[in-house]
């Protein structure tokens, strides 16, 4: 398991943070579980890559319809939102979710602690937190060997 902090102090750091995640998964996708308080910033991450993806539409949180589907870019993009299921409700999507993590294509998953560990054992995860500043840590970890290259190209980004 590799990690990454990153600590993003404006708007526009975070968009070059998104592009460059864009720019690493673009080709081969990923499935991407995203923790974080409400209002972290999880939302507007998964909107700031899907802008960068080259997404057309309006790119909102799945909170209530659990999910959003973008299809404007040239990579498939799932965001997923458990918040609304919570532990119980998990079982009607595990389907759904493991279906997800196959292929080229992006999936991303916020309020993934609710996911009883049902969410593919290849996976990036992306702990968005708030600092002091009212800046914004992201800690991406990759879990398995097939999403090592993405923490590989973001270390090599500077940050």
């Known amino acids: 398991m590799k990690n990454i902090v990153i ?4 708007l526009e750091n975070t968009k ?16 991407v579980n995203l923790f974080g308080d409400i209002g972290a910033g999880k939302t507007a991450f998964v909107r700031l890559t899907a ?9 909102t949180s799945p909170s209530f319809v659990i999910l959003n589907e973008y299809h404007s870019a040239n990579i498939p993009i799932y965001h997923f939102d458990l918040y609304r299921l919570e532990h119980t409700g998990i079982s009607t999507i595990t ?23 049902e969410l593919p ?5 992306i702990n968005v ?4 500043d009212d800046s914004r840590i992201y800690e991406f970890k990759s879990i398995g060997e097939n999403n090592k290259y993405i923490i590989e190209g973001l270390n090599q980004c500077g940050y």
């Open 129 to 132: 937190t708030y600092d002091d």
């Open 95 to 117: 389907d759904e979710l493991r279906e997800y993590s196959e292929g080229k294509k992006i999936t991303f998953v916020e309020w993934a602690e609710f996911s009883q560990g």
């Open 7 to 10: 600590k993003c102090e404006t």
């Open 121 to 125: 054992f290849e996976r990036i995860e």
């Open 51 to 59: 802008e960068a993806l080259g997404v057309k539409e309006k790119v």
């Open 16 to 31: 070059k943070l998104a592009k460059n995640f864009a720019r690493l998964v673009n080709n081969k996708g990923c499935f």
